[in-house]
Each structure stands twice: as structure tokens, then as C-alpha cells.
């Protein structure tokens, strides 16, 4: 088992940075990527970003491409998500998700599924208010 905490949302104004931290806990060594996942009142839950853990490749959500960065800290097992630019259209919960399957050489559409992930956070609320 992977438990996975997730701190940093809050509210702010449109124009705002944030950055999101996901601590795993437990059975970190099986994790093999970590990804970001948001969902709104209403909507689908919809991927944001993803970095796989053995190579640090990165993979973005377009709407987010150019104002987000998903970084790692392999000692701390934490990855960070950094917001820049915010939009009230960024309004949602955010979820972290790990996964414990991926290959080196996965991409995009695998990883902005949320099927391919295993383990999943409570979620943190992130509020932007125009």
C-alpha cells in the first residue's frame, strides 16, 4: 500500500502561483510515476500533469502546458506542483495519484489516464477568485 497526503491548496486571485506538495508514504519503492489530477464541481476528474519517477519524464495537461511544472524530491518521496498564472477556470479539487506499472518509455496518453494509476490522495482545494 501507498499513502499519499497532499498539502497546499488554498484560495487566491487570478495572476496567483502556488505550489502543491504529495507526500507517499508506506511502499514507495513500487512507485514508479506520480501524477496530478483536478476536478471541479460538477465536471470529470481531468489530468494535469504526470513525471515518472525512474526518468523524470514530464507529461502536461494542455490547458496547463507553460504555467504548471511537476517536479520530484526522491529523498523526501514528494512531488510538487507549481501553478503559475492562475485562472479561476483553475478552480478544483487537486488529487495525487501514484502508479506502480508504468514503463520507461510511457507517455502521455498513458499516464493522463486515471486508470493507470493505483493509489490516490484525499485531495487539496485550490480556489481562484478572479
Known amino acids: 500500500q501507498v499513502q499519499l497526503n497532499e498539502s497546499g491548496g488554498r484560495e487566491t486571485q487570478a495572476g496567483d502561483s502556488l505550489r502543491l506538495s504529495c507526500t507517499a508514504s508506506g511502499r514507495t519503492f513500487s512507485v514508479r510515476a506520480m501524477g496530478w489530477f483536478r476536478q471541479s464541481a460538477g465536471a470529470e476528474r481531468e489530468f494535469v500533469a504526470a513525471i515518472n519517477w525512474r526518468n523524470g519524464n514530464t507529461f502536461y495537461f494542455d490547458d496547463v502546458k507553460g504555467r504548471a511544472t511537476i517536479s520530484r524530491d526522491n529523498g523526501k518521496n514528494t512531488v510538487y506542483l507549481q501553478l503559475n498564472s492562475l485562472k479561476p477556470e483553475d478552480t478544483a479539487r487537486y488529487f495525487c495519484?501514484?502508479?506502480?506499472?508504468?514503463?520507461?518509455?510511457?507517455?502521455?496518453?498513458?499516464?493522463?489516464?486515471?486508470?493507470?494509476?493505483?493509489?490516490w490522495g484525499q485531495g487539496t482545494q485550490v480556489t481562484v477568485s478572479s
Open positions: 495519484a501514484a502508479n506502480t506499472r508504468a514503463i520507461l518509455t510511457a507517455g502521455y496518453d498513458y499516464f493522463a489516464r486515471s486508470g493507470a494509476y493505483d493509489y
